[in-house]
T-cell receptor, first 112, second 117 residues
Framework: DTAVSQTPKYLVTQMGNDKSIKCEQN?????MYWYKQDSKKFLKIMFS???????INETVPNRFSPKSPDKAHLNLHINSLELGDSAVYFCASSRGRAGGYTFGSGTRLTVV | AQKITQTQPGMFVQEKEAVTLDCTYDTSDPSYGLFWYKQPSSGEMIFLIYQGSYDQQNATEGRYSLNFQKARKSANLVISASQLGDSAMYFCAMREANTGTASKLTFGTGTRLQVTL
C-alpha cells in the first residue's frame, strides 16, 4: 500500500563496512531520486534515475553507487562507510519533469 | 549563490493564529515550480502545496496557502488557524525545468515552527 518504501528504516554500522539501502515505488513513476539530509536538516540531492538511466550525479563520492534494476526500484550501496556518512537518506520518485514528488520515510544511517 | 532562502530558522505561533513562513528563490529559468514540505519529528517528508511559475492564482490547499509574488521571487507559506500538530520543520523547494530529463528539487534550510497553547 505504501507509495515509496525504503528499507531499512534504521541502520547502525561500523566504519569501513559496506551497506545497502533499498527503495521501491508502486506509483508508476519513471524517475527516482536519492537525497541526503545532514545533521542540520539540510536536504541535498545525490542521484536521480529516469527509466533506469542515471541522470543526475551530484559530485557524490565514488563509495556511493546507486543501482536501478527497473524503474520501480532504486537501491543505494555505500562502500567503506565513514563517520561523515551518518545522515538520513530519503528516496523519492516523480512522474517525469512536471510531476509532484513523493518521498519515502527515510533511512537513518549511523556510522560508529 | 543560494537558490532557495528561508531566513527564519525558528518561528513560534499561538494555536488558532495564522503564521507566514518566508521563502525567496533565485532562478533565471522562466519555467519552475515551488513546493512546500512539512517534516514532523517522526521524520517523513509530507507534501503540502505546489505553485507553478505560470500559475495565475496563488495555490491553496485547505489551511495552507502560498503567497506567490513572482516579481519579488518570493513564495511564502501561510498556515491559517494553527494547530498543535503543525509543529514541525517546513521546507521550501524549487524545481527548475531546464535541468534535463529528471528535474531535481533544491531545498531551503528549513524553518522550525512551534505552535503553542
Amino acid at each position: 500500500d505504501t507509495a515509496v518504501s525504503q528499507t531499512p528504516k534504521y541502520l547502525v554500522t561500523q566504519m569501513g563496512n559496506d551497506k545497502s539501502i533499498k527503495c521501491e515505488q508502486n506509483l508508476g513513476h519513471d524517475t527516482m531520486y536519492w537525497y541526503k539530509q545532514d545533521s542540520k536538516k539540510f536536504l541535498k540531492i545525490m542521484f536521480s534515475y529516469n527509466n533506469k538511466e542515471l541522470i543526475i550525479n551530484e559530485t557524490v563520492p565514488n563509495r556511493f553507487s546507486p543501482k536501478s534494476p527497473d524503474k520501480a526500484h532504486l537501491n543505494l550501496h555505500i562502500n567503506s562507510l565513514e563517520l561523515g556518512d551518518s545522515a538520513v537518506y530519503f528516496c523519492a520518485s516523480s512522474r517525469g519533469r512536471a510531476g509532484g514528488y513523493t518521498f519515502g520515510s527515510g533511512t537513518r544511517l549511523t556510522v560508529v | 549563490a543560494q537558490k532557495i532562502t528561508q531566513t527564519q530558522p525558528g518561528m513560534f505561533v499561538q494555536e488558532k493564529e495564522a503564521v507566514t513562513l518566508d521563502c525567496t528563490y533565485d532562478t533565471s529559468d522562466p519555467s519552475y515550480g515551488l513546493f512546500w514540505y512539512k517534516q514532523p519529528s517522526s521524520g517523513e517528508m509530507i507534501f503540502l502545496i505546489y505553485q507553478g511559475s505560470y500559475d495565475q492564482q496563488n495555490a491553496t490547499e485547505g489551511r495552507y496557502s502560498l503567497n506567490f509574488q513572482k516579481a519579488r521571487k518570493s513564495a511564502n507559506l501561510v498556515i491559517s488557524a494553527s494547530q498543535l500538530g503543525d509543529s514541525a520543520m517546513y521546507f521550501c523547494a524549487m524545481r527548475e525545468a531546464n535541468t534535463g530529463t529528471a528535474s531535481k528539487l533544491t531545498f531551503g534550510t528549513g524553518t522550525r515552527l512551534q505552535v503553542t497553547l
